[in-house]
Every structure is written in structure tokens, then in C-alpha cells.
């Protein structure tokens, strides 16, 4: 990998490099604000982007940094603080929302790659006085402890009910061309992508199954 | 995060030409792997060519009786297809093995193909690492080694190609289609795919510069009865420890590569003519020359022993 040269480097790493290095921090958080004129790419400043999406029904317009995540975007331009940060790294399932109808990692996805889609969050799947019956069934159940988790799992949740439906196979389906069953084992295997530091597991698993079988 | 500049192409020669065209930029898939790299700055792109837009999201039959995969199928619906299931079920079970169902959701078949890998020192921005910063040196040689590779890798780097689907790929002779920024076309076996790295280990696959994945081919099916193993630390959403892909015919011949043990995934022919002798001829065919580390060598008797389970399914 190239070395980016010292007019490059970034901000963070010039005020790592302790005070010798305050005037270049200084020059360099100048560059950072003001893109070079005519400049068509680099590491030459903030590029910024119109973004057009429907989120939860409502058309939506917001001028973006090019670098802000879908989950970024929902939490601090939207103000949609229903999704949650947990590793920002695709690791832990807590950003989980439903794009054109799938779920994903919010954290792992630009804004840019959102122009034109559909999503949907927490918020929208129901409200407090009229609950998704998949939110119905966690507080049912006590699917959750801190709570904190519990937005990507039910974003989760409804969508592997879906997948299931829809006859998507998983590392647990023994007959991969029969029918999928939404049995405890598929459920809790399709739900691996959702941690929970409190360990609501059993009772996330008895809110879904309450929900397929209705 | 770097800042970068985007924009979406309209043709496979046009991303290859805009890619080609701009120092420091790369394709944006999925971006499931990519981005996670951004945050980090492990890879720092100046300006993302977005390839959603190409319409490659298709899975076309061919006139040799298989199937064309274009690169931007998502890992669920390439797992999910009908024809999939029945005749290449090895890649079904592969890709159900890997990420979690919002991964593959957004994971693309190219994207796939090419995600780094996970070794921890390479996810460290403080260790040194030949395959992040070429001279740096490598962490991981006298470090921590679990996770890594014992064959095929070099004095510059021990780390492995970490994923599932190129394993399946692999056992199917796959073949990677290709479009250079002069806008050829080339087909790549998926046995020449990913590098063996030598003291180069940031080269990790044959592509040039700007060069685009347009679609995978699979050659008409195999028959037979397929097989995906993965060992790991947690029985899902984790990466492989040793992953067993194979198709076995009621003969007991068949084609049988492994994954998390090598810069790619690693089939021998030699070996594949061991397995009417048992998983331990095979192996010991496939790893003749591993050079393990105390830490990985491990991972040979559990291939052995991960292929003997699928050896006695197959005859069951
Ligand atoms: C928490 C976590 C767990 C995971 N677990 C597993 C696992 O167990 N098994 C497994 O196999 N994988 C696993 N993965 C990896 C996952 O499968 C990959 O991130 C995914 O497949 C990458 O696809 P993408 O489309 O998002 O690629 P991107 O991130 O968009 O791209 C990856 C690379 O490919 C390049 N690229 C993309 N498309 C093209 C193209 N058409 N032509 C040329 N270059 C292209 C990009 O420039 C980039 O360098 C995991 C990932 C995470 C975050
Ligand atoms: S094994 Fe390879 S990726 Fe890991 S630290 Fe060494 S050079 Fe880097
Ligand atoms: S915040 Fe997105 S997966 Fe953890
Ligand atoms: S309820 Fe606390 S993390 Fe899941």
C-alpha cells in the first residue's frame, strides 16, 4: 500500500503524533475543509452526495458525507434512534433493518448504495399502540433484559420468518429441497447473526415460535 | 474513514475504465467487506466505483448444461436458487455455513470471492504485516497462529483466504469471468484464482488492476453426494478453523478440497484420486508439504478427521 505522504495523513493520526506536530494538524484540518477546486478525487477533503430513500413509508432527502453509513444516517440525520450501534462491524446484529424487504447490517452499508430503496426500521415495523405482532410476542415473552439488542432482533426476527416462508435453505435444513419448517433449531440458527449480551436467547426463540405458528 | 468520492457505472467496461482511470480506487459490492476495512483503514480508496447498477444479478443456464452466476447475486439467493439446491447443493451448504443472514444478504458472488483475510495482526493497525504495508514484516509468524494457514503459505505471510463459498467453487471447477478496463473478456479457472502469494502477499488472486468479475460458471453438475464441513470455535456465525467440501459418487471417487488452511482454497488432484483409500491417504496427500506452526498443526488431523465423518456419511 502506498505511503499517503505527510499532506495526507489524517487527522486523527497527526494529533496522535503529540504537539510537535500542531501546526502540520493545524495545515492539514484546513486541507480537510476546503477540497482542492476541479479536484475529481483523493484524499483531498469531505465529499458530499444527495441521497433520496423512503425510510418507513416517508420520503426521504439528505445531503450526506459520502463516507456515512446507512446506520449513521438513520440515527443522526433521521433521528431514527430505534436502530442501535453495537460494533459498527457486522458482528453483533444490533443496526439490523430491512432493505427493499431484507434484513442487513446497517453498519456495513453506505448510504450512497441506498439511493431509491426502501427501508424499514424498528419504528416502522409498529407503534406503541399498535404493535407488530413479533413485538407483541417479545414483551410477551420478556425477549429482552437491557433491551438494548432487541430492535435488530425483531428486525431479525419478522425477517427469518419471511425467509423461512420463502424457502430459503440454512446450515441446519437436512432436506434442502423440501419444504423449510420454522422449527427451534432453524430458528435459533438463522438468528446467529443477532448477539445478545444479556442472553434473552430462550425467550427470543418462544416469542418467534408464538408468532410462526399463529 | 478516508473520504472517497462514488459513483455508480452503467456498463462492466466502464467500471473497469473508471477504476483504471483513478489511482487509489476500487469496486464497491456489497461493500461487506470493503467498508469494514474502510473503518479501519486497512483499505483507504480514494474514489468507489459501485457495481450494483450493471444488471450482473442474474443465474442464467448454459448450453453445457450449468449455470452463469452473475457477480452481483447475493450470497442468499445463489444458496436459495432451485437448480442450486438440487445439483450444486455443495455451494448451498457452503454459503449457508458462512456469515450470518444479514451478511448474505448483502455479500455478492464476486465480493465473495474476494474478502480478505482475517488474521487478527492484519486487523491490527499496530502489528506489522507484509500483506497490509509490503516490508512491514509479519506479526503472526511468532505470534499467535490458531487461526492461520499451514500449506501453500510463505516466509512473507501465513494467512489463509477465510471464506466458504470458493471452497464449494473450487470442488466444482468454477470459473471466474472477467473484464479488463480495455474491455477483454477472460474466463479464470477458479484452481488459478486465488495466488499462492510468495513474498508478495497483498497480491492475493490473478486479477489485474481495474479488471472487473462479471459472472462465475459452473460447469454442468457433478452428481453425486455433497458435503460441506466446517469446524469453527462456535457452531455458527464464525469463521472456519477446516472446512470439508466434497461430492462423493457411490463408487467412492470424488473431488474434495479444504478451506481455512491456505491462501486458497486447497484441492490437489493427486488427492482426489486418494479417496477410495480413506480420509487419511487423502490428507496426507493434500498436506504432504504443510509447513505448520505449533499453534495450526492441529488443523491436519482434523482434516482427517473432518473428512473421515463425511467418508462415512457418504457410505451410510
Ligand atoms: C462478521 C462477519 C462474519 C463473516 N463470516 C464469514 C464466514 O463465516 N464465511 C465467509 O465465507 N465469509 C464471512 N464473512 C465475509 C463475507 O462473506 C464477505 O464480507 C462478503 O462475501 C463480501 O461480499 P461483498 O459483496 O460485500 O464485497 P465488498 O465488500 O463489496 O467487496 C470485497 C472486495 O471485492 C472487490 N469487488 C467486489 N465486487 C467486485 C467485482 N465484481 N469485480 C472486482 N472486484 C470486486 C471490492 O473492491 C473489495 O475489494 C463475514 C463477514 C463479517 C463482517
Ligand atoms: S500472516 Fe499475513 S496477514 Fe497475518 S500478519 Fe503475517 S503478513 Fe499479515
Ligand atoms: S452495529 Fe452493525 S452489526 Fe454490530
Ligand atoms: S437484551 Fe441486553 S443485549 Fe439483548
Same mark, same amino acid.
Given at each position: ?214 | ?71 452481483? $447475486?447475493?450470497? /442468499?439467493?445463489? +444458496? ?6 438440487? &445439483?450444486? #447443493? @455443495?455451494?448451498? =451448504? ?55 494457514? $499451514?500449506?501453500? /503459505?510463505?516466509? +512473507? ?6 471464506? &466458504?463459498? #470458493? @471452497?464449494?467453487? =473450487? ?72 472446512? @470439508? ?72
Amino acid at each position: 500500500m502506498p505511503d499517503d505522504g505527510y499532506l495526507n495523513v489524517s487527522r486523527r493520526g497527526v494529533l496522535a503524533g503529540g504537539v510537535g506536530s500542531a501546526a502540520l494538524a493545524q495545515a492539514s484540518i484546513l486541507r480537510a475543509q476546503q477540497p482542492m477546486p476541479g479536484s475529481q478525487s483523493g484524499n483531498e477533503g469531505p465529499s458530499t452526495m444527495r441521497i433520496r430513500m423512503t425510510v418507513n413509508g416517508t420520503p426521504q432527502e439528505v445531503d450526506l458525507d459520502t463516507r456515512t453509513t446507512l446506520l449513521d444516517t438513520l440515527r443522526e440525520h433521521l433521528k431514527l434512534t430505534g436502530t442501535k450501534k453495537g460494533c459498527d462491524h457486522g458482528q453483533c446484529g444490533a443496526c439490523t433493518v430491512m432493505v427493499n424487504g431484507q434484513r442487513i447490517n446497517s453498519c456495513l452499508s453506505l448510504a450512497v448504495q441506498h439511493e431509491g430503496d426502501e427501508v424499514t426500521t424498528i419504528e416502522g415495523l409498529g407503534t406503541p399502540d399498535d404493535l407488530h405482532p413479533m413485538q407483541d410476542a417479545f414483551v410477551e415473552h420478556d425477549g429482552y433484559q437491557c433491551g438494548y439488542c432487541t430492535p435488530g432482533q425483531i428486525c431479525s426476527a419478522v425477517a427469518v420468518l419471511e425467509e423461512i416462508r420463502s424457502g430459503i435453505p440454512s446450515h441446519v435444513t437436512d432436506d434442502l429441497t423440501g419444504p423449510m419448517r420454522p422449527t427451534e433449531m432453524e430458528m435459533r440458527e438463522r438468528m446467529s447473526g443477532n448477539i445478545c449480551r444479556c442472553g434473552a436467547y430462550s425467550n427470543i426463540a418462544e416469542a418467534m415460535a408464538q408468532v410462526a405458528e399463529a | 474513514m478516508r473520504s472517497f468520492t462514488y459513483e455508480r457505472a452503467a456498463s462492466p467496461a466502464d467500471a473497469a475504465r473508471a477504476v483504471a482511470a483513478t489511482q487509489g480506487a476500487k469496486f464497491i459490492a456489497g461493500g461487506t467487506n470493503l467498508l469494514d476495512l474502510m473503518k479501519l483503514e486497512i483499505e483507504r480508496p480514494t474514489h468507489l466505483v459501485d457495481v450494483q447498477d450493471l444488471g450482473l444479478d442474474a443465474i442464467e443456464e448454459t448450453e453445457e448444461g450449468g449455470l452463469r452466476i452473475g457477480t452481483l $447475486v447475493s450470497n /442468499t439467493a445463489l +444458496s436459495a436458487h432451485p437448480k442450486v439446491r438440487r &445439483d450444486y #447443493a @455443495v455451494l448451498t =451448504r457452503a454459503i449457508q455455513a458462512g456469515a450470518s443472514g444479514q451478511l448474505r444478504n448483502k455479500a455478492t458472488t464476486g465480493g465473495n470471492m474476494l474478502q480478505r483475510t482475517r488474521c487478527s495482526y492484519f486487523y491490527d493497525t499496530n502489528m506489522p504485516c507484509n500483506k497490509r504495508k509490503p516490508g512491514d514484516g509479519c506479526a503472526a509468524i511468532r505470534g499467535s497462529s490458531r487461526q492461520l494457514g $499451514v500449506i501453500g /503459505t510463505s516466509d +512473507s505471510c501465513i494467512a489463509t483466504y477465510p471464506g &466458504d463459498m #470458493a @471452497v464449494a467453487m =473450487r470442488v466444482l471447477d468454477a470459473v471466474v469471468e472477467t473484464v479488463k478496463p480495455d474491455g477483454t473478456a477472460r474466463s479464470i479457472p477458479s484452481a488459478e484464482f486465488h495466488r499462492l502469494w510468495g513474498d508478495t502477499p497483498h497480491v492475493e488472486t490473478v486479477l489485474e488492476p481495474g479488471e472487473i468479475i462479471t459472472h462465475v460458471r459452473l460447469p454442468a453438475p457433478l452428481g453425486g453426494r455433497h458435503f460441506y464441513s466446517k469446524v469453527r470455535d462456535r457452531r455458527s456465525y464464525a469463521f472456519a478453523l477446516v472446512s @470439508v467440501a466434497a461430492v462423493i459418487q457411490s463408487d467412492g471417487t470424488g473431488q474434495v478440497a479444504f478451506g481455512g488452511v491456505a491462501p486458497r482454497p486447497w484441492r490437489l488432484p493427486e488427492a482426489d484420486a486418494q479417496l477410495r483409500n480413506g480420509a487419511a491417504a487423502v490428507v496426507r496427500t493434500a498436506f504432504a508439504d504443510a509447513r505448520p506452526t505449533e499453534d495450526n498443526k492441529f488443523k491436519i488431523p482434523l482434516a482427517e478427521r473432518t473428512l473421515a465423518g463425511i467418508l462415512a456419511e457418504a457410505k451410510g
